[in-house]
Every structure is written in C-alpha cells, then in structure tokens.
C-alpha cells in the first residue's frame, strides 16, 4: 500500500488503527505549511520549532482520543491548533496588545487582527498565511521611520516608552508615526485589496 497516494482522512485512520507510518505521511506532507504559519507570526525559529512540536503532540493526543472529526479537512484543523497555541504563547509573554488608533472605526485596530482566524471558516487558516504573508512584505513599502516603529512595536512587542528611547524622540513623536503607519497601511490594504472591510 502506497501511503503517499491516499488522503489525509484514510491516514488518520490507517493511524488510529495503529499504522505509526501514516502519521508520519501526514507529518512529511504538512510540515512545513505548518511550520512557515508559526514562524511568519513568532518570527524565531526556536521558538517556532517548539510550537510547531507541541502542535503535533496536542494532534497526536487529540487523535488517540478520538476526537478529530473534521471530515477529512486534516490541515485546517491542525493550523487551527497551531494557531491557538501561539495565542497561548503571545498571551504568556504578554505580547497581545492592541494598538489604538483614533481615527479607525473601532477603538482598537491591530493590523493583524483583521484575519483572525474565525472557528467556523477553518479553511481560510491556509489563505490567511498567505495574506499575512502579503501584508508583512507591504510594510517594507512604508516610510523608513513608520516601518521601522511598526515592527518594533508588532514584531518585537516593545513599549512606546522604549522605542522613544531607542529612536530619540518623544512619545508623542512615537505614537504620532504609529498612528500614520496605521492610516498608511488601512491605504495600502485597501489598495492591494487583502482585506475587504475592517
């Protein structure tokens, strides 16, 4: 039997029926769409790695327990767990923050916020990757001083307190380019349409 021909569903099975070699077909396929969603938001690869093992240990241990009923859509379930452990991981290192923005509909607007990954849409887990994917390369196309606040703010979870310092400026000065990177990035969003309303 050639495991690489059959479905993500008949692995599940042939693995829940103890063939250890199906797991590891599925392992093989997935691994690195897997692996690139953790890493494009963790951005370090250790860590990365640890999420994306303890991914597969939370798959391994749902599966056993007869718990996956996902109807044969194996990878959006499992970028669904992927995607919940990096919450847990954001929220333990206490780099969950929504950035205010004043002149955006809601009181709290986070770039990245606007895919959340919604329970009862898991395919568009595979097509969130590649928007975010998008949407950090269009921060390159920003100012050099809104680019570089932005990424120390979402990417490195600094304190407008520390990039003030870093940059030698003041705080208003730092939220005012925050602010502006914001409303630069709603346009640029707009403009490429990767995300049709907020």
Same mark, same amino acid.
């Given at each position: 039997m050639d495991l690489q021909q059959l479905e993500d569903r008949a692995l599940v099975s042939h693995y829940?029926?103890?063939? !250890?070699?199906?797991?590891?077909?599925?392992?093989?396929?997935?691994k690195?769409?897997?692996?690139?969603y953790i890493f494009m938001k963790i951005r370090d690869h250790a860590k990365s790695q640890d999420?994306?093992?303890?991914?597969?240990?939370? +798959?391994?241990?749902?599966?056993?327990?007869?718990?996956?009923? !996902?109807? /044969? $859509?194996?990878? %959006?379930?499992? =970028?669904?767990?992927?995607?919940?452990? =990096?919450i847990d991981h954001f929220r333990k290192a206490n780099k969950v923050r929504m950035i205010s923005e004043s002149s955006s509909k809601s009181d709290d607007f986070n770039i990245f916020s606007v895919l959340e990954l919604k329970e009862d849409n898991v395919e568009d887990s595979i097509t969130k990757e590649e928007l975010e994917q998008q949407m950090v390369d269009l921060i390159?196309?920003? %100012?050099?001083?809104?680019?570089d606040i932005l990424? =120390?703010?979402?990417?490195? /979870?600094?304190?407008? $307190?520390? +990039?003030? !310092?870093? !940059?030698d400026v003041s705080i208003n000065t730092a939220l005012g380019r925050m602010r502006y990177a914001l409303i630069n =990035?709603?346009?640029l969003i707009e403009k490429h349409n990767l995300v049709t309303h907020f």
């Open positions: 829940l029926k103890g063939n !250890e070699k199906a797991f590891e077909t599925l392992l093989m396929r997935h690195d769409r897997i692996y690139n999420i994306f093992q303890d991914t597969f240990i939370k +798959i391994v241990k749902t599966l056993k327990k007869g718990k996956y009923n !996902e109807e /044969g $859509k194996f990878l %959006p379930w499992a =970028m669904r767990i992927a995607h919940n452990l =990096m390159d196309h920003l %100012p050099d001083a809104q680019r990424q =120390m703010r979402i990417f490195k /979870g600094m304190s407008f $307190k520390d +990039i003030a !310092e870093k !940059e =990035m709603r346009k």
